[in-house]
């Protein structure tokens, strides 16, 4: 497994007739392989920004990423991808979707199937391979989406806002989902996710990001992740512990949207 | 009593159905026709618009009345009996001047202006079996079709991939912009001189002015195929190990597929269109042809019979695509 370092990645957007934009200001951290690591904050924070440039999507103004020594110039398969929503192709079958990336290596027919079934059953979905998609609910097209981007085994799984389309009920058992596929697959993920909830508890590291310029606030290592298979989600969520620390990402949180909203109002 | 007792079952019977049918009457009449649902907000509500059937029946059944009657109908009885009078009869007797005018006097329309249903039923008899304008009215039909398939295949051929190389490269896009632009807007009739200039009057001119026709179509709509591909689609393919040209041919292209439907589909109702003018004076056979080659003759029935055809046929070709289109492209708006 591969270690991500990222050194003093810097984004400046030029706009025409204003002010460049920082969304990303001076960002260093390297993450060690097989953790799982949240992004949160309030949005122009630059968590999508830096996801991206993880991706290879885009190149950073400034600063280096590497993954295992390699620099990354560009999209690749060691680092899957797993969008919010509509990134499927619902012109194919869920099989035929799941295997995508072998098909795009040109893998071996009947190994990418075998593999296919095997990752059908591991997000759940056995008996669904024929189905369209566009039949599937929206927590279940996550849980292709996943499956398609394990099928290309990636070092590492860049997830932006993956549960963010999806009812509260659906979200949670999709949270249990990602945890025990990091756990059986110790595979790297980045996370992105608006809700401090969720940041918490799939977090085993918590970045809390600041806006203007877009720099990473506070780092957090977090105990919750780890105990998840013995502990059930929601005596977890309701645990003291779970909530000291959730008030206080709220509220820092909260500090960081008071002070863009009072720099607002005297621009 | 047994009388008092008949009636006060008979009032309970009432009560019941008023009840029942009370406030709701009116609505559940109503549900009952329009489906399950008790919308209340229906005038502006597409979903609950629908086509209705019935009305369709009825407005046909009204033209065929309307053709009825002023070719037929009015002024009977003698127009009966001019029914049977052949063509060059007839040209004979308006010759003579008192019968051309009890003719065009007692029909709204006299044959001479619009033929009758049974002269039109008659002449599609006549035109399957011997023809007109040295073929048949199946060899009319296949010569036009065929016409437009290949316009509209050459206007695939070329404007796919244009408008492809506009949505994908901003040189290609800056290029093809301008005579895209510039010609699109150009109705293909008003190129119809000019090709048949530099072209002669042919079958080839006809099919060039169908590519015309068809090529700007194709080439908006494949270029808003590509322009509409959801970014995280094409993210994810490149994420997962693909290659430009294998993001083009397996997610650009599928996901273009729609609206290179609705291109085509629209690009033949134009072809179609053009077709029969083109055929007018640049071809030998087509329904075009057959119907300007009928017109010197005063064959009015041959002409109308013609129209029915192309109507016909343009219902058909369209039902037709979007038959195929619920196959193909069973995924259309789910995305």
């Known amino acids: 497994m591969k270690q991500l370092s990222v050194q003093g990645v810097e984004m400046v957007y030029e706009v025409p007739r204003g002010e460049p934009v920082h969304a990303l200001s001076n960002v260093t951290f390297d993450l060690e392989a097989g953790r799982l690591l949240t992004l949160l904050g309030p949005s122009g924070c630059g968590k999508t920004t830096l996801l991206n440039i993880l991706a290879g999507f885009l190149a950073p103004t400034g600063g280096s990423v590497t993954l295992g020594g390699d620099p990354i110039t560009g999209p690749g398969q060691e680092r899957g991808m797993v969008f919010q929503q509509g990134a499927l192709f619902e012109w194919l079958t869920v099989e035929k979707n799941i295997a995508f990336g072998p098909a795009m290596n040109k893998a071996d027919k009947d190994e990418t199937s075998a593999r296919v079934q095997e990752l059908l059953e591991v997000v759940g979905l056995r008996g669904f391979g024929d189905k369209m998609v566009y039949e599937l609910s929206g927590g279940m097209q996550q849980r292709v989406a996943l499956a398609r981007c394990l099928a290309n085994d990636p070092d590492v799984i860049l997830m932006d806002e993956p549960l963010g389309a999806l009812d509260a009920l659906t979200r949670e058992k999709m949270q249990s989902l990602i945890l025990d596929l990091w756990r059986e697959t110790g595979k790297t993920i980045i996370l992105v996710t608006h809700s401090v909830e969720e940041a918490l508890y799939l977090g085993d590291q918590l970045f809390v990001m600041a806006p203007r310029p877009g720099r990473v606030e506070r780092t957090y290592e977090l105990p919750f992740a780890a105990k998840a298979a013995d502990v059930d989600a929601r005596e977890m969520k309701a645990s003291p512990e779970f909530i000291e620390k959730r008030e206080e990402i709220l509220s820092l949180i909260w500090e960081m949207e008071e002070e863009i909203m009072g720099r607002g109002e005297v621009a | ?335």
């Not at chain 2, 073929?135 to 079709?145: N, P």
């Not at chain 2, 077709?275 to 075009?288: F, K, S, W």
């Open chain 2, 1 to 335: 009593m047994s009388l008092g007792y008949g009636a006060g079952v008979g009032d309970e019977d009432s009560l019941d159905l008023a009840d029942k049918s009370g406030p709701f009457s009116t609505a559940g009449f109503f549900r009952s026709r329009r489906g399950s649902d008790r919308k209340t907000v229906t005038f502006g509500d597409s979903s609950a618009v629908r086509s209705a059937p019935l009305w369709s029946l009825f407005s046909l059944i009204a033209m065929l009345l309307l053709w009825w009657v002023t070719t037929t109908a009015w002024g009977m009885p003698e127009p009966w009996a001019s029914m049977d009078v052949s063509d060059s009869e007839r040209i004979t007797l308006c010759n003579k001047d008192d019968a051309c005018g009890r003719d065009a006097y007692t029909q709204l329309a006299s044959p001479l202006t619009f033929p009758s249903i049974r002269d039109t039923w008659n002449a599609f008899g006549t035109l399957f079996d011997e023809g007109f304008a040295n073929d048949t009215l199946w060899a009319h039909t296949a010569a036009s079709l065929w016409r437009v398939i290949r316009g509209m295949f050459w206007g695939i051929v070329f404007g796919v991939p244009i408008g492809f190389a506009m949505g994908l490269s901003s040189r290609a896009r800056g290029f093809f912009d301008t005579p895209v632009e510039l010609l699109r807007p150009i109705p293909p009739l008003a190129l119809l001189p000019l090709f048949i200039l530099i072209f002669g009057i042919g079958d080839g001119t006809a099919m060039r002015l169908l590519i015309f026709a068809s090529i700007w179509i194709m080439i908006i709509a494949a270029r808003s195929g590509v322009q509409t591909a959801n970014l995280s689609k094409v993210r994810a393919a490149y994420s997962l190990g693909a290659s430009k040209w294998q993001v083009l041919r397996r997610v650009l292209l599928p996901n273009a597929l729609p609206e290179l439907f609705t291109g085509i589909r629209v690009a033949l109702g134009v072809s179609w269109g053009t077709l029969v003018a083109a055929e007018l004076v640049g071809a030998r056979e087509g329904l075009g042809a057959m119907i300007f080659a009928a017109r010197p003759f005063f064959r009015l029935d041959v002409v109308v019979a013609g129209i029915i055809v192309i109507a016909i046929l343009g219902v058909v070709m369209d039902l037709l695509l979007r038959f195929l289109e619920s196959r193909l492209i069973p995924w259309r708006g789910k995305g």
